[in-house]
């Protein structure tokens, strides 16, 4: 079992830079591939960034490559979304997610636990 919480979020003016952070208990935290979704009003949860259990893996969303960076930082059970040159496009609740399967990666249904959310307003 584990829980994630999602800190950071804020209100930005585009272009500027955010992290989020998800933190996470439990001594599988390792185990687990993690993943940064967000979901705009009216529109569907869409994937973001993945992040392996290992950290060897990264991959992103095409509208977020270049802006966004996942990492992992195991000793402290915690995983990041460094994001920079923030776009208005980007408003959206952002949500971490962990799961032990090996699916598709960017589909939801296959993270077993989620976060809460954090919000994210990118002004213009």
């Known amino acids: 079992q584990v829980q994630l919480v999602e800190s950071g979020g804020g209100l930005v003016q585009a272009g500027g830079p955010l992290r989020l952070s998800c933190a996470a208990s439990?001594?599988?935290?390792?185990?687990?591939?993690m993943g940064w979704f967000r979901q705009a009003p009216g529109k569907e949860r869409e994937f973001v960034a993945f992040i392996s259990y290992n950290g060897a893996n990264t991959l992103y969303t095409d509208s977020v490559k270049g802006r966004f960076t996942i990492f992992r930082d195991t000793a402290k059970n915690t995983m990041y979304l460094q994001m920079n040159s923030l776009k208005p496009e980007d408003t959206a609740v952002y949500y971490c997610a962990g799961r032990l399967d090996r699916g598709s990666y960017s589909d939801p249904s296959q993270y077993t636990y989620w976060g809460q959310g954090t919000q994210v307003t990118v002004s213009s």
């Open positions: 439990g001594r599988t935290f390792v185990s687990y591939d």
